[in-house]
């Protein structure tokens, strides 16, 4: 066992190698920095330019992003100018704009009142057309036809009665019977058009067959007829399609130059179909688009009359303008029409 004196002496010998150790590690270094030589004055002012040129590019780098800033901000703020400007705009036409939209929509409400204004006067004015007409029918047919037949009657028995007349005096009063038939003839005829009594009495297909007959007497045109099985149908529709019929063979006897006229009439489902087909003075395209454009110029205002009845009626109405004729077609619905 070591004694106490052999102990400390072996501390103090390994306490003088790390001293030792330690010395050797910095010695080098020492060494090296001592042998460093020292920068010179050139060197330092070399040093020093470098660093003032350095200061100033961050000085004239920091002025430039400053002036930037100052011009992005000006920008910036003239930018919010304008937007503000292009909103204030933007709302005053919003608003403009509203108030045209309310505007047109309070117009567009006014047209429509106005149209059924006007419908309602049309209906009224086409009903109280054909009371008219009936009434005037009436009148002639049981008024002035009759009084001209008792006036043919009265010459006739004048005539008779009279052996002293001169022959002069006999031919006035023949001359006055004859214009006293003829007249008592075109006013029945007159009273027939205005209101044919078969309409009321036998229905649209023997009074559409009776004034065919007349026509084709009257004008040279042959009619030809194609007259479904319809049986009876509500009054104004029977009206309205045999008005259709007597304006467009008016139409055609007036403007067509043709020889023969196709009418037809059928039932299709729930129906009533009515076409009038002639073969007159054929029209180019040009042509045909102008006219089918003027209709109501060129042909009168019976077509405006003829469409306007069957409107009422909530059918349909077309008139085809094409080279080989003119095509008037009519489509009434009996579960709409009015009754």
């Not at 037949?149 to 006035?172: C, F, H, K």
């Not at 023997?206 to 004008?219: H, L, P």
Request: net charge neutral; hydrophobic share 40%; glycine share 4%.
């Amino acid at each position: 066992m070591k004694s106490s004196h052999a102990r400390r002496s072996e501390k103090a010998s390994r306490a003088a190698r790390k001293r030792h150790a330690v010395v050797r590690a910095v010695t080098p270094t020492t060494v090296r920095l001592r042998e460093a030589p020292a920068p010179s004055r050139v060197e330092v002012d070399r040093l020093m330019h470098q660093l003032r040129e350095a200061n100033e590019k961050l000085i004239v780098a920091a002025v430039g992003a400053q002036s930037a800033s100052d011009v992005a901000r000006t920008e910036a703020v003239q930018a919010r100018t304008e937007l503000d400007s292009a909103m204030s705009q933007l709302e005053d036409a919003n608003e403009r704009l509203t108030a045209a939209a309310a505007e047109a929509e309070s117009m567009a409400e006014e047209a429509m009142e106005r149209e059924e204004e006007y419908r309602q006067l049309c209906s009224r004015l086409l009903t109280l057309q054909d009371e008219e007409r009936r009434r005037l029918a009436l009148e002639l047919h049981d008024s002035t036809a009759q009084n001209l037949a008792v006036l043919i009657m009265n010459l006739g028995m004048l005539e008779q009665s009279e052996p002293a007349l001169t022959d002069e005096s006999r031919r006035t009063l023949a001359e006055s019977r004859s214009l006293a038939d003829e007249c008592c003839r075109d006013v029945r005829m007159r009273a027939y058009l205005l209101h044919p009594p078969l309409l009321d009495e036998m229905g649209l297909v023997s009074a559409v067959r009776w004034f065919s007959d007349g026509f084709t007497k009257r004008s040279g045109i042959q009619v030809i007829l194609i007259l479904g099985d319809i049986g009876r149908l509500p009054m104004p529709i029977e009206t309205a399609l045999f008005r259709v019929v007597q304006e467009s063979l008016t139409n055609v006897h007036r403007h067509a130059s043709t020889t023969r006229v196709v009418i037809q009439l059928a039932m299709i489902g729930d129906a009533i179909s009515l076409e009038v087909r002639d073969q007159g003075r054929g029209l180019d395209d040009d042509r045909s688009q102008q006219v089918s454009h003027s209709a109501s110029r060129t042909l009168g205002v019976g077509i405006q009359g003829m469409r306007e009845r069957i409107s009422q009626l909530k059918g349909t109405f077309d008139v085809e303008f094409t080279k080989q004729g003119t095509t008037v077609r009519v489509g009434v619905p009996l579960n709409k029409a009015t009754p």
